[in-house]
């Protein structure tokens, strides 16, 4: 194989087919017509999404010399679950209409219980049936791991990092729910939950699990090459989200312009537009974010707020610089060719402008 296939692409065939092979052994589960409604939802959510987490982890197994093995596929393609499982649960909590163009998964269930005029709030059958969804994706993503087919002793090497991995995405989670809360933030903190919350476990953990599925072993290069790399392409993909979620076309993105301004993110872009902000720019700021009613006009108030303050240019240069940084360590890195002209095609695409 070589990259005349698109590294992205070439492994979003094989993980869109996993998925349907393993949501079509989940339907005897489903027989239930009571329970259609939970398998629909799932099967409508995981039919989006870019594939990026198992592209990293492919192309992590490809870079330390695993050969073509489709056992492979399917355990890359569990991270698809669990990344579904984390927006099911990030909508709930942000309270979020529109995911991927669609009703997010409260609101689908919402809308399914106004619709045929059941008892009890609408809105808290929805919540409650997205968190239930969301965990359910949670469970099939290591049931999905675990029976892969990958050879044991390859996913008893991997495992602590998959278990890490969990762990980090629910630490980021909180970090970002606690700094919304918070209000105020700051530029380390900021940078702290685009880490936790997406790039660890979007970019470097997927590369590490990929590594270490294919070495068996988590030998000190690996490391290095996942903190010198992925942490970058991480935090840099993190950055690049952040920016579209305020400039953001709603065809690329699937979500209303602006969305991340009614649910008060507090992003590296909202922090470097307030450490720069006159006084009248930041009051505008702190008055306006975060205003679930916020009309298009408060969207172009804030948006011309964060231009004027030099912020999107900041954050623009951020996100160039940890890319430039990512390649260089990718140059010295002792992987396989193929796989490091991949590694870094992936590490554009993640971090691209679509504004």
Not at 129 to 148: E, I, T
């Amino acid at each position: 194989m070589t990259t005349s296939v698109a590294p992205l692409d070439l492994v979003r065939q094989e993980v869109d087919r996993s998925l349907r092979e393993f949501l079509d052994r989940q339907r005897p589960m489903f027989g239930d017509p009571h329970l259609a409604a939970l398998l629909s939802a799932a099967t409508d959510f995981l039919a989006g999404g870019k594939r990026l987490r198992p592209a990293f982890c492919y192309w992590g197994w490809r870079a330390a010399g695993g050969g073509e093995e489709p056992g492979l596929y399917a355990a890359a393609a569990s991270l698809e679950l669990l990344q579904a499982s984390a927006l099911v649960h990030d909508d709930v909590m942000d309270a979020s209409d529109v995911r991927r163009g669609m009703p997010s998964a409260h609101r689908r269930f919402e809308r399914m219980h106004a619709d045929a005029g059941w008892h009890g709030s609408a809105g808290q059958f929805g919540e409650g049936a997205a968190v239930l969804l969301g965990n359910l994706l949670l469970v099939w993503s290591g049931q999905m791991w675990r029976g892969s087919g990958l050879d044991p002793r390859a996913l008893a090497a991997a495992q602590p990092v998959h278990d890490h991995m969990l762990t980090e995405l629910m630490c980021g989670q909180y970090l970002d729910l606690l700094e919304q809360a918070r209000g105020e933030n700051t530029f380390d903190s900021a940078l702290r939950v685009a880490l936790y919350k997406s790039g660890k476990y979007s970019v470097e953990q997927p590369l590490r699990l990929g590594l270490v599925l294919a070495a068996r072993s988590r030998d000190p290069w690996i490391d290095r090459l996942c903190a010198q790399y992925g942490q970058q392409v991480g935090i840099a993909f993190q950055l690049r989200d952040d920016v579209l979620g305020v400039f953001g076309d709603p065809a690329e993105t699937g979500k209303p312009a602006g969305d991340d301004l009614r649910e008060g993110k507090r992003t590296m872009l909202i922090a470097r537009t307030l450490a720069e902000a006159s006084p009248a720019q930041a009051a505008a700021v702190r008055d306006l974010l975060g205003d679930p009613a916020l009309d298009e006009q408060g969207v172009e108030r804030l948006r011309t707020v964060i231009e004027e303050t030099g912020a999107l240019a900041a954050c623009e240069g951020m996100i160039k610089r940890y890319l430039e940084e990512a390649l260089a360590a990718l140059d010295q890195a002792p992987i396989e060719e193929t796989a490091r002209a991949a590694l870094a095609a992936l590490a554009v695409a993640a971090t691209a402008r679509r504004t």
